[in-house]
């Protein structure tokens, strides 16, 4: 998987490089590049089109040559097998190149068949060995060959680098470490390295330890007064504080049911009021015994509350369903979403909207969601298309991404949005007279899916926690994680891409978000953590707020955020 993940990097590095522009006085000529052919494993399927959006954007020549156009491909079934064929699909093509190939990967060695075709019936074969490591320095240097000795293009003098062609990068914090795509561009870190940044850093604000151990936090304005409140959830009870003196003072503290587990926190304004109605998702705890019984299946048990007066106030408990806010589209306005558990599954019904009739909360509008969607585990970006794309956090800890139409175009190959919050699926079978817990299958609940356009340049992102552990790598139900990093990801119109993350945090990140934290007139993010003591100290965890300054009046329209190419 190490050697799948480094070639799908390098090649969305690759894919979106735009070689200089030529001048307009030629006129220009046409080629097309098939995709290529993949003899190998099928994890490796995917570097058909990435190899041939790499020759698409390493041959393209500015006015001097230009690709015909993927779409103008549709009508080819296979790549040629001969010259003739080659000429054949060159005329139906009316190119004056053709580009095809193959790769062939055996192990960890790889062959590389380059084939081009011109429209005066010459024509050039490049093969080439390597291993699997240097199987896309070797496509670089093919198409490198093919630019210069087929197409007479002159590779182009590196600039020099002085101070005054450095541009700045628009670093809304320092603790936030972008990547590195551009020539003499001024970066903080290589993303590629990892680095823990030290208690006094500057822009970022460390909380002391809170008496819990938090399972979701929340900021926002639930009693409508201009002033933020920061929300904590634990396993039963719910607290609410406010920054004051750059601390955080208790404000109110509600103790929930011993009998249910809560699992997320949200804010929304239901009424277009200014107040926001806390949203708080729960479960109804069964011991081992309960949970494996077809008898006794998961059961949600939901409160919303009010802010008022310093006090929180119930407004009604027992909600038969799980909810969720997610920004939906068209509009990407924050929506209330909710989902009922099932008797067999976890979540056997559908996801809909929740909305308030003559005071009571009922479901409302269906919402269109890929099967093994829920209410947890879903958020929406928009693309380069003006439309947008369904972002979907696996059972694996992957982001699946989906079209409109629900249909799977692209996974990450890294986890994101890992917690430890799990419970029981009801539906697990006993072992046979073993210890049950050998045979218990969980479902845990991912980290929150925060969208956000903080350049202000109309496309979305999502900010996501990615863990860090060595243990994780090994152990599947591994859950306690000694570090995490918060990444934005972009969808580039191949994949999520990295646009920036934090240093690592030290702790097990359990929530994170965007609001102003402190009231002070200037975005943070946020990171909800809990502290980690060791595998061993599992009662000693305690709940803690790392923050960072997010100073947008640095975003500079001139110098936009530097995104991985």
């Known amino acids: 998987m190490g050697c799948v993940r480094v070639l799908a990097a390098l090649l969305m590095a690759l894919v979106l490089l735009v070689p200089g522009r030529a001048s307009a006085e030629e006129i220009a000529k046409t080629f097309a590049v098939l995709p290529f052919t993949i003899n190998g494993p099928e994890k490796y399927q995917y570097l058909s089109r990435g190899i041939q959006d790499m020759m698409i954007s390493r041959l393209s020549w500015g006015e001097h040559l230009d690709h015909i156009g993927k779409d103008k491909l549709a009508s080819i079934s296979a790549a040629p097998e001969s010259e003739k064929d080659a000429a ?77 062609a450095e541009t700045p990068v628009n670093r809304m914090n320092p603790e936030l470490i972008f990547n590195e795509n551009k020539q003499n561009q001024k970066f903080y870190l290589n993303p590629q390295f990892r680095y823990s940044g030290g208690t006094d850093t500057p822009g970022r604000w460390r909380s002391p330890r809170l008496p819990f151990t938090g399972q979701g936090m929340i900021v926002g304005d639930p009693d409508g007064d201009g002033q933020n409140e920061v929300l904590f959830i634990d396993k039963h009870d719910i607290y609410v504080y406010r920054w004051d003196n750059a601390r955080l003072q208790l404000i109110d503290h509600y103790e929930g049911s011993r009998r249910v587990e809560l699992l997320n926190v949200n804010l929304i304004d239901l009424d277009r009021s200014g107040k926001q109605t806390i949203a708080v998702s729960g479960i109804i705890a069964h011991n081992l015994d309960d949970a494996m019984s077809r008898n006794s299946p998961n059961q949600a048990s939901s409160l919303m509350l009010t802010f008022e007066n310093g006090k929180l106030k119930v407004q009604e408990d027992g909600l038969k369903f799980f909810m969720n806010v997610v920004k939906v589209p068209p509009t990407f306005q924050p929506v209330l979403l909710a989902q009922k558990a099932g008797r067999l599954r976890i979540f056997d019904s559908p996801v809909h909207e929740l909305i308030r009739m003559s005071g009571k909360f009922q479901l409302g509008k269906r919402v269109s969601l890929p099967e093994k969607a829920n209410v947890f585990n879903v958020t929406f970006v928009t693309d380069d298309d003006d439309a947008y794309k369904l972002l979907l956090v696996n059972s694996s800890d992957n982001i699946e991404v989906y079209t409109p139409r629900n249909e799977l175009i692209a996974t990450t190959l890294d986890q994101f949005a890992g917690s430890q919050l799990g419970f029981v699926i009801p539906d697990t079978m006993r072992g046979f007279g073993t210890s049950a817990d050998q045979y218990t299958n969980m479902y845990y609940i991912p980290l929150r899916l925060v969208t956000t356009d903080l350049n202000s340049d109309g496309k979305m992102e999502v900010l996501v926690n990615k863990n860090i552990s060595v243990a994780a790598q090994f152990f599947e139900r591994y859950r306690f994680f000694p570090n995490g990093e918060i990444h934005s990801l972009f969808w580039d119109g191949v994949g999520m891409s990295l646009s920036w993350k934090t240093r690592r ?15 002070d007139g200037t975005m943070d993010l946020y990171v909800a953590l809990n502290t980690y003591p060791g595998d061993s ?26 995104r991985e190419n």
């Open 505 to 519: 945090i030290k702790g097990t990140v359990c929530d994170y978000g965007l609001a102003d934290i402190d009231n």
């Open 88 to 164: 054949q699909v060159l005329s139906s093509l009316g190119a004056n190149y053709l580009v095809w190939g193959s790769v062939t990967i055996l192990g960890d060695q790889c062959s590389i068949d380059l084939r081009v075709k011109s429209d005066d019936n010459k024509f050039w074969p490049r093969n080439q060995q390597t291993d699997i490591g240097g199987l896309i320095p070797a496509l670089e240097g093919m198409a490198k060959s093919v630019n210069s000795s087929i197409f007479m293009r002159a590779e182009p003098k590196a600039p020099q680098a002085t101070a005054q």
């Open 537 to 562: 100290g599992f009662g000693k965890r305690r709940a803690m707020i790392v923050s960072y300054r997010l100073d947008q009046s640095q975003m500079d329209p001139n110098t936009p955020i530097v």
